[in-house]
Nanobody
Framework: QLQASGGGLAQAGGSLRLSCAVSGRTFSDYVMGWFRQAPGKEREFVAAIRWSSNSPYYGDPAKGRFTIARDNAKNTVYLQMNRLKPEDTAVYYC????????????????WGQGTQVTVSS
């Protein structure tokens, strides 16, 4: 139901745009989030946005460099990542949830399969 794509290899300072396509059901009341997990580290919050509003939420890794956006007509959420750093290397997951605390993993009920982002120095 959540299909993440757009990952790949980028050089430091470069950009990637991740997509999360939603299918099979309606998530109109949900918040859509992006998380990432690097090898040996815990999954961390990156950004979130609600289908019903344009107010984004950003975690520390994303502030000033990443932008989350949604296209309701395409049922797709995007994460534009600019000025990438090697420490951005991780598997990026999109997720959907109803809870208000968008930074918590436990707020999300549905998860995509993840897309690998690798940033070389």
């Amino acid at each position: 139901q959540l299909q993440a794509s757009g990952g790949g290899l980028a050089q430091a300072g470069g950009s990637l745009r991740l997509s999360c396509a939603v299918s099979g059901r309606t998530f109109s009341d949900y918040v859509m989030g992006w998380f990432r997990q690097a090898p040996g580290k815990e999954r961390e919050f990156v950004a979130a946005i609600r289908w019903s509003s344009n107010s984004p939420y950003y975690g520390d890794p994303a502030k000033g460099r990443f932008t989350i956006a949604r296209d309701n007509a395409k049922n797709t959420v995007y994460l534009q990542m600019n000025r990438l750093k090697p420490e951005d290397t991780a598997v990026y997951y999109c997720a959907a949830g109803l809870a208000d605390v968008v930074v918590l993993i436990t707020s999300y009920d549905y998860w995509g399969q993840g897309t690998q982002v690798t940033v070389s120095s």
